[in-house]
Antibody
Framework: EVQLVQSGAELKKPGESLKISCKGS????????IGWVRQMPGKGLEWMGV????????RYSPSFQGQVTISADKSISTAYLQWTSLKASDTAMFYC????????WGQGTLVTVSS | EIVLTQSPATLSLSPGERATLSCRAS??????LAWYQQKPGQAPRLLIY???TRATGIPARFSGSGSGTDFTLTVSSLEPEDFAVYYC??????????FGGGTKVEIK
């Protein structure tokens, strides 16, 4: 069974750093692109970017370029999304997704940024 | 950037009725369109890809059509579990994808 398991919910303060994870199993992680999707409270889905774990080729959506960093460790079939300095406006649910048509999705990681 | 416009924003229907959802692209995307369903508190689920191909395990009451700039998702007879938000997504500019704003199908 294909699974993408994300790290747990986070409560952070503005200015703090954060790295969330997405671990794949049950499929060929190292030959599949993995993307990240943001969903702000009560809003729609936004494509953030994607990584190809075999060579860590990363492509960002223009809206997120410079705002986040996407990385991966193919040895443990895990992709990451990180921030160096969180803002309140980063509060959202973040999903990882993979497969040729985004067939597989993680369960989501809720990030709350509040002072 | 390709913009996807979904209509209507909200569709109020009763179980058993037919639902017709629209997605329009700002420029031609051939057939590189997918549809997802999202229920409250859940991750999106792939329904349709390449405009008209049902994903694994998706019931036959879901169908997709269209090409170029105009696409339609049809649910032939709504079941109670079909009331949700539906998003279209284009991959013609892979790896830069875009999603539509969503259509909420609610119980009338």
């Amino acid at each position: 069974e294909v699974q993408l398991v994300q790290s747990g919910a986070e409560l952070k303060k503005p200015g703090e750093s954060l790295k969330i994870s997405c671990k794949g199993s049950g499929y060929s992680f190292i030959t599949s692109w993995i993307g990240w999707v943001r969903q702000m409270p009560g809003k729609g889905l936004e494509w953030m970017g994607v990584i190809y774990p075999p060579d860590s080729d990363v492509r960002y959506s223009p809206s997120f370029q410079g705002q986040v960093t996407i990385s991966a460790d193919k040895s443990i079939s895990t992709a990451y999304l990180q921030w160096t300095s969180l803002k309140a406006s980063d509060t959202a649910m973040f999903y990882c997704a993979s497969g040729p048509h985004l067939d597989y999705w993680g369960q989501g990681t809720l990030v709350t940024v509040s002072s | 950037e390709i913009v996807l416009t979904q209509s209507p924003a909200t569709l109020s229907l009763s179980p058993g009725e037919r639902a017709t959802l629209s997605c329009r692209a700002s420029q031609s995307i051939s057939s590189y369109l997918a549809w997802y369903q999202q229920k409250p508190g859940q991750a999106p689920r792939l329904l349709i890809y390449d405009a008209s191909t049902r994903a694994t395990g998706i019931p036959a009451r879901f169908s997709g059509s269209g090409s170029g700039t105009d696409f339609t998702l049809t649910v032939s007879s709504l079941e109670p579990e079909d009331f949700a938000v539906y998003y279209c997504q284009q991959r013609s500019t892979w790896p830069r994808l875009t999603f539509g704003g969503g259509t909420k199908v609610e119980i009338k």
